[in-house]
T-cell receptor, first 116, second 113 residues
Framework: AQTVTQSQPEMSVQEAETVTLSCTYD???????LFWYKQPPSRQMILVIR??????QNATENRFSVNFQKAAKSFSLKISDSQLGDAAMYFC?????????????FGKGTKLSVKP | NAGVMQNPRHLVRRRGQEARLRCSPM?????VYWYRQLPEEGLKFMVY????????ESGMPKERFSAEFPKEGPSILRIQQVVRGDSAAYFC???????????FGQGTRLTVV
């Protein structure tokens, strides 16, 4: 069975600085998706970025980028120029490309604080 | 275009009562997923439904929990005879197709007293 591990329960970053959140996963599959979701205090789950395993190029979305290391099964999220609005829980998630088609497997999350 | 709508946002039930959680997917979406989030935990998959069909219920507890997505109306997650351990946030997500991006609702926080 696939697992997702986020080893940093909490992280803190100074406004305008850069922070990296770690995520590792375990799978025997070769084709899958990886995601980072943001959950602010409102509890809404917001998709931040996604990566398809067959793509070697790291995904980027504005200030958010990932470092995808398929062999190491590592998928870290880098937030550049951190803003106060980035403060939230961040969840890493895995989904098989086939199978049940939608079954996301989540890590336990990292709580990010942004200091003004 | 309204997003995924869940209601109620908060639900309090006494032990032994029934809880009904509703989820209206985004317009045009026919795939619905339910997840449960316990305190200090990530979301855990419960069930995947299409209209009138349960596709995958591998994450559903064997007893007291059921889900449906009728031809008309919202998807319903039903918990019978609730216990304190059922207290959690329950999230619904919907997608246009099975492999398309899933959009989440704001969740229902169930508290069992």
């Amino acid at each position: 069975a696939q697992t997702v591990t986020q080893s940093q329960p909490e992280m803190s970053v100074q406004e305008a600085e850069t922070v990296t959140l770690s995520c590792t996963y375990d799978t025997s599959e070769s084709d899958y998706y990886l995601f980072w979701y943001k959950q602010p205090p409102s509890r809404q789950m917001i998709l931040v970025i996604r990566q398809e395993a067959y793509k070697q190029q790291n995904a980027t979305e504005n200030r958010f980028s990932v470092n995808f290391q398929k062999a190491a099964k590592s998928f870290s999220l880098k937030i550049s120029d951190s803003q106060l609005g980035d403060a939230a829980m961040y969840f890493c998630a895995y989904r098989s490309r086939g199978g049940s088609q939608g079954n996301l497997i989540f890590g336990k999350g990292t709580k990010l604080s942004v200091k003004p | 275009n309204a997003g995924v709508m869940q209601n109620p946002r908060h639900l309090v039930r006494r032990r032994g009562q029934e809880a009904r959680l509703r989820c209206s997917p985004m317009k045009g979406h026919s795939h619905v997923y339910w997840y449960r989030q316990l305190p200090e935990e990530g979301l855990k998959f419960m069930v995947y439904l299409q209209k009138e069909n349960i596709i995958d219920e591998s994450g559903m507890p064997k007893e007291r929990f059921s889900a449906e997505f009728p031809k008309e109306g919202p998807s319903i997650l039903r918990i019978q005879q609730v216990v304190r351990g059922d207290s959690a946030a329950y999230f619904c997500a919907s997608s246009l197709r099975g492999l398309a991006e899933a959009f989440f609702g704001q969740g229902t926080r169930l508290t069992v007293v």
